[in-house]
């Protein structure tokens, strides 16, 4: 597709269960990055990949929070053990280059519900 | 430490009327701004962005004016229309290695 795609748009799950959430970024951008949106709330930067370079997990709220890139395509973010304030909608963006001064395209998130 | 935030949280508008959303901001080596119009159940959508070099720019029915003595950030959208109801999100970025810092989030409501 032309836009970042996300996967499930919605995920319901019970605290103490794991969950995978996948974004396709656009194709031929190397950068990548995950934010997670508590309701009525702003972004909250959780990581970042850029090419081959280490990523940049400085986000990540707890070591239960974890993400993997493959190339410069899909990436999945895992949440073990979720818990109630893990509830959330994750969004995923792409950028071209990951210049600091470059736009984010976003997908339309997954909202995630921890029961 | 340093914040990004906007002065009020929601804002309603008559159609046709000009808006204008205001943001704060504390980091003074910011120096890349971005407005994203989020609709309810999607993405945040590219609006504008704009320099610390620059003041002003200008798109298609917006503007984003710059003032780096008072670090004030504000989005002027002309003429409102019903699809302008969004909520709005001003972001800042201070560099290299850096990420784009998101605000809080503003509600535009625009009354027929």
């Known amino acids: 597709g032309a836009g970042v795609s996300q996967s499930p748009s919605n995920k319901v799950t019970e605290k103490g269960k794991d969950v995978e959430l996948r974004c396709d970024p656009i194709?031929?951008?190397?950068?990548l990055y995950w934010y997670r949106q508590r309701l009525g709330q702003g972004l909250e930067f959780l990581i970042y990949f850029q090419g081959n370079s280490a990523p940049d997990k400085s986000g990540l709220p707890s070591d239960r929070f974890s993400a993997e890139r493959t190339g410069e395509s899909v990436s999945t973010l895992t949440i073990q053990r979720t818990q109630q304030e893990d509830s959330a909608v994750y969004l995923c963006?792409?950028?071209?280059?990951?210049?600091?001064?470059?736009?984010?395209?976003f997908g339309s998130g997954t909202q995630l519900s921890v029961l | 430490g340093e914040s990004v935030g906007l002065h009020l949280p929601t804002l309603s508008v008559q159609e046709g009327d000009n808006s204008i959303i205001n943001c704060a901001y504390s980091?003074?080596?910011?120096?890349?701004f971005i407005w994203y119009k989020q609709e309810s159940g999607k993405g945040p959508q590219f609006i504008i962005d704009?320099?610390?070099?620059?003041d002003k720019r200008q798109g298609q029915r917006v503007t984003v004016l710059l003032n780096k003595t008072v670090k004030h950030l504000s989005l002027q959208i002309a003429a409102t229309q019903p699809g302008d109801s969004a909520v709005y999100f001003c972001?800042?970025?201070?560099?290299?290695?850096?990420?784009?810092?998101f605000g809080k989030g503003i509600t535009l409501s625009v009354r027929p």
């Open positions: 963006a792409s950028s071209p280059l990951g210049g600091w001064n470059e736009k984010l395209f």
């Open positions: 972001a800042e970025n201070s560099g290299a290695n850096s990420k784009l810092t």
């Open positions: 704009i320099r610390s070099n620059m």
């Open positions: 980091n003074s080596a910011s120096d890349y």
């Open positions: 194709s031929g951008h190397t950068a």
